[in-house]
């Protein structure tokens, strides 16, 4: 059984070229750097690694690592219920 939200920290540390232990659950995008193009890239990332299709604006306003993880959850807890 595959660790979500640890996959999800490890994807977007890899997405803004930041250490592991920088990406928790508190750290907001814009404490990491990101910017909106960032967001674009980290929300295709996350459909392709978990094959899911991410609602528009759900990644864009997650401000935190901690909130992206919930949308994914809430995604891959959606496509499981379907």
């Given at each position: 059984m ?15 070229c930041k250490?592991?232990?920088e990406?928790?659950?508190d ?13 674009v890239?980290?929300?295709i ?7 899911i299709?991410?609602?528009d604006?759900?990644?864009?306003e997650?401000q935190?690592v ?13 496509r499981?219920?379907?």
């Amino acid at each position: 059984m595959t660790d979500t939200p640890s996959s999800i920290r490890a994807i977007i540390s890899s997405q803004l070229c930041k250490p592991i232990d920088e990406v928790t659950d508190d750290a907001t995008f814009e404490s990491l750097g990101a910017d909106s193009l960032d967001g674009v890239e980290l929300a295709i990332a996350l459909e392709d690694s978990f094959s899911i299709a991410i609602p528009d604006g759900d990644i864009e306003e997650a401000q935190t690592v901690g909130a992206a993880i919930a949308v994914v959850e809430r995604v891959l807890g959606e496509r499981e219920a379907a």
